[in-house]
């Protein structure tokens, strides 16, 4: 399994705000390599699926909700130690906890807004960008 590529999708509130070239002007300065990217939109059908991991949680249907309201941006990004820069790059999950100058300090508006998102581990990573990119949008 590669530990150079996570991924990595700019949520809606991010595209409705105009914050896309912000915030990967942020991912470009922090060292990461963009392997894929596209503008989408999920259906109904893939938020369920995507976040069928928290579908027992209360937010789940909010979650669905919002992930479907308007587009995103997926992406799948490479750098040595991907995930864990990833991670330390958008902050925490709460715009209020995250560190100064994370991406979600500086774009989020609150824990279900949160701007982005960024996978967990290596193995989510390879998952999250296997369900948005065939093989063949990689680069």
């Known amino acids: 399994m590669r530990t150079d ?3 990595t999708m700019l949520k809606p509130d991010s595209v409705e705000k105009g914050y896309i070239g912000a915030i990967l002007e942020k991912i470009n300065a922090a060292g990461f390599k963009i ?3 596209k503008l989408t939109q ?3 059908r ?3 699926k995507f976040y069928e991991v928290h579908k027992e949680r209360p937010f789940y249907g909010e979650l669905v909700e ?3 309201r ?3 941006v997926a992406a799948i990004l490479e ?3 991907a995930v864990a820069d990833f991670r330390t790059l958008i902050g925490a999950t709460n715009p209020a906890d995250a560190a100064e100058g994370t991406i979600r300090k500086l774009y989020a508006t609150s824990i279900g807004e949160n701007a982005i998102h960024g996978s967990d581990s290596d193995e989510n990573a390879a998952i999250e960008g296997a369900f948005h990119f065939a093989g063949r949008e990689l680069f």
């Open 5 to 7: 590529r996570t991924f």
């Open 35 to 37: 392997v894929a990217m």
């Open 42 to 44: 999920m259906t109904r």
């Open 46 to 48: 893939d938020a369920m």
């Open 66 to 68: 919002y992930m479907t």
């Open 70 to 72: 308007g587009p995103i």
């Open 79 to 81: 750098k040595e130690n």
